[in-house]
């Protein structure tokens, strides 16, 4: 047995977090400097038992269904809601479109800088169409939109910035004295 011993306290939180839905490796930030491996160890040698409520194999499909029976949602939404990291809802979900064909994607949100994101629906129907991308001058534009009205602050300094930039571009060279002299000579 290596590392540090564990304290009452810890073990009263490893009781009370033992049978709760959330994997281990999200119950890491309770026990700094533990592992899920030593949290297993400890939860034996405390004779706590096998965890029940952790959803195993099948049981995260089954999860991230019951989010899409109440309405679709994307796959950042489904992840927030059931505590699993986004790339393994996508996957589950890419697995039962392809193979099951459980689900379908409902439409497109846009994310971010011109993104784009799918919303998930539960069903076996044709998917919708993905959007297309739009020019970079478009996005940027849009940016530029969307800043003035939710954060105006961001956006006067981004506007001042940019009249910075356009001046220094259309400054004309300072002329070298000695390099027209050299070039130049009378």
């Known amino acids: 047995m290596s590392g540090k011993k564990w304290t009452e306290d810890e073990d009263a939180l490893l009781r009370k977090y033992w049978q709760t839905p959330k994997k281990l490796v999200h119950l890491m930030d309770l026990f700094p400097g533990r592992t899920p491996d030593s949290m297993q160890d400890r939860a034996l040698r405390l004779k706590l038992g096998r965890r029940k409520h952790v959803p195993r194999g099948g049981g995260s499909w089954k999860l991230i269904a019951k989010q899409l029976m109440t309405g679709p949602k994307t796959a950042v939404q489904i992840a927030e809601q059931i505590g699993m990291k986004r790339d393994k809802v996508l996957e589950i979900l890419r697995k039962y479109k392809a193979k099951q064909r459980a689900v379908y994607v ?81």
């Open 106 to 186: 409902f439409a497109w949100t846009e994310v971010g800088r011109g993104g784009r994101s799918r919303i998930f629906a539960l069903g076996n129907a044709m998917d919708a169409p993905r959007p297309k991308t739009m020019p970079r001058p478009q996005v940027q534009k849009n940016y530029i939109k969307r800043l003035k009205t939710e954060r105006p602050d961001a956006y006067d300094v981004r506007m001042a910035k940019d009249k910075e930039r356009k001046r220094r571009e259309h400054r004309k060279p300072s002329a070298d004295v000695a390099s027209s002299w050299m070039f130049n000579p009378c």
